[in-house]
């Protein structure tokens, strides 16, 4: 039976390829850091990094590594159990705790990624007497896990107001009403107007959930996220996310909520209920991130000095940058092949980025997604640019050669 499936698979495989949307898996034989060493997929040798969700740094952070590794001689490798059975240590409770005051959210729990939250948020909460409506460039987690739930689903336009008003109108006869939409959208780097959305949801009687990944560490004057960024925190219902990008890049996600929506999960979130516990020490290192960010803003300024300057010298150099102040600065480039094209020649002058296009971006709209850290320097930003600058240039010197034969 392989044999027949084997060939379509493959047929399927080669139209990803000529299409220019195959996405190969560089080897990095480094920690995760602005530099890193590339020891496969055709370039080896080190280079900058400007790639990863390591917003703040703190990936390879000394302090967040001797947590680390205090956490593994005192809590242990793993829990082999789920939460409810024999999984659940201090460390977990502690750190849902602090992320509840973090977050200024009455209550938290802890998932093995944020996919899972988002997973395991929507049947628990809503079924087919219910609605859900959903900005229509929220995340695939947020998406699949609609999916898994009986509730009505009406989408909005991004960030799109108006719309947002007539889903809410046409849904008022549902019992409960959920509203839903990342706080940063990660292909765009576009902020939710989260204020707007919290008064249409006040005023429709509707509750309000933020997938807060791509903002936690960064946005907001402590950091809080795009809750904080707006003055919201205490009328958004429920915040997910992620420790897997500025807290730390490890792995893990989280659901902050009010208590009883929290104690509800608890009961019967299915990826909850089905999963491993998170790893103890990476528990115990997020505390630690949490400490490093509540207690020092130099991060965030760096981070937000290296994102100016990114954007402005590539808007000088005539670059076509989605708007914004996030550190996720897209370039946009339009087509597939050549977006993986110009990634190819950027990492053969030593700037390791990602060309994306669809079906992860709209056909039509592929870009060079760039991401800033606070672990960048100055020097590293501008060699950047000038990177950029120079592939521009051997890119089209090659399609112009292409045309000509």
């Known amino acids: 039976m392989f044999d027949n499936v084997r060939d379509d698979?493959?047929?399927?495989?080669?139209?990803?390829?000529?299409?220019?949307?195959?996405?190969?898996?560089?080897?990095?034989?480094?920690?995760?850091?602005?530099?890193v060493t590339v020891t496969g997929g055709g370039q080896a040798g080190e280079v900058l990094n400007f790639c990863a969700n390591n917003y703040l740094g703190l990936a390879d952070h000394p302090e967040v590594l001797a947590s680390a590794k205090e956490a593994l001689d005192r809590w242990g490798y793993g829990m082999a159990s789920v939460r409810f059975i024999c999984g659940t240590q201090d460390v977990h409770k502690q750190l849902e705790e602090r992320l509840s005051g973090f977050l200024g959210q009455e209550d938290t729990i802890l998932y093995s990624s944020c996919f899972d939250a988002n997973g395991g948020v929507f049947e628990t909460l809503l079924d087919d007497r219910d609605a859900v409506i959903s900005d229509a460039l929220n995340h695939a987690s947020i998406i699949d896990g609609i999916r898994l739930c009986k509730a009505r689903r009406y989408r909005y336009?991004?960030?799109?107001?108006?719309?947002?008003?007539?889903?809410?109108?046409?849904?008022?006869?549902?019992?409960?009403?959920?509203?839903?939409?990342?706080?940063?959208?990660?292909?765009?780097?576009?902020?939710?107007?989260?204020?707007e959305i919290c008064d249409l949801a006040e005023r429709y009687d509707a509750m309000v959930m933020v997938d807060d990944s791509h903002a936690v560490g960064?946005?907001?004057?402590?950091?809080?996220?795009?809750?904080e960024l707006h003055g919201v925190m205490d009328r958004v219902d429920i915040i997910t996310g992620t420790l897997g990008k500025a807290l730390g890049g490890a792995s893990g996600g989280y659901v902050a909520?009010?208590?009883?929506?929290?104690?509800?999960?608890?009961?019967?979130?299915?990826?909850y209920l089905f999963s491993n516990s998170l790893a103890?020490?990476?528990?115990?290192?997020?505390?630690?991130?949490?400490?490093?960010?509540?207690?020092?803003g130099d991060l965030r300024d760096r981070l937000a000095a290296n994102t100016a300057l990114f954007r402005a010298r590539m808007t000088a150099a005539g670059f076509d940058i989605l708007p914004g102040s996030h550190p996720i600065a897209p370039?946009?480039?339009?087509?597939?092949?050549?977006?993986?094209?110009?990634?190819?020649?950027?990492?053969?002058?030593?700037?390791?980025?990602?060309?994306?296009?669809?079906?992860?971006?709209?056909?039509?709209?592929?870009?060079?997604?760039?991401?800033?850290?606070?672990?960048?320097?100055?020097?590293?930003?501008?060699?950047?640019?000038?990177?950029?600058?120079?592939?521009?240039?051997?890119?089209?010197?090659?399609?112009?050669?292409?045309?000509?034969?």
């Open 9 to 35: 698979l493959a047929a399927t495989l080669t139209e990803i390829r000529e299409a220019g949307l195959f996405k190969p898996e560089r080897v990095i034989g480094s920690p995760q850091n602005a530099t």
């Open 157 to 195: 336009a991004n960030r799109d107001l108006a719309d947002l008003e007539k889903q809410l109108q046409d849904s008022q006869d549902a019992r409960r009403r959920l509203i839903v939409t990342d706080g940063v959208f990660s292909m765009d780097g576009y902020i939710a107007p989260l204020r």
């Open 218 to 227: 960064f946005i907001g004057e402590g950091g809080r996220g795009t809750p």
């Open 257 to 271: 909520a009010r208590a009883e929506i929290v104690a509800l999960l608890r009961q019967r979130s299915r990826p």
């Open 280 to 296: 103890p020490v990476i528990a115990a290192a997020s505390l630690t991130v949490l400490d490093l960010i509540e207690h020092s």
């Open 331 to 405: 370039v946009m480039v339009g087509d597939a092949a050549q977006a993986g094209r110009l990634a190819e020649l950027l990492l053969a002058r030593g700037v390791y980025v990602i060309g994306f296009s669809f079906p992860v971006v709209p056909h039509g709209q592929a870009r060079i997604r760039v991401q800033l850290s606070a672990a960048h320097s100055t020097e590293d930003v501008e060699r950047a640019v000038e990177a950029f600058v120079s592939a521009r240039a051997e890119l089209a010197a090659e399609l112009a050669a292409q045309v000509g034969a």
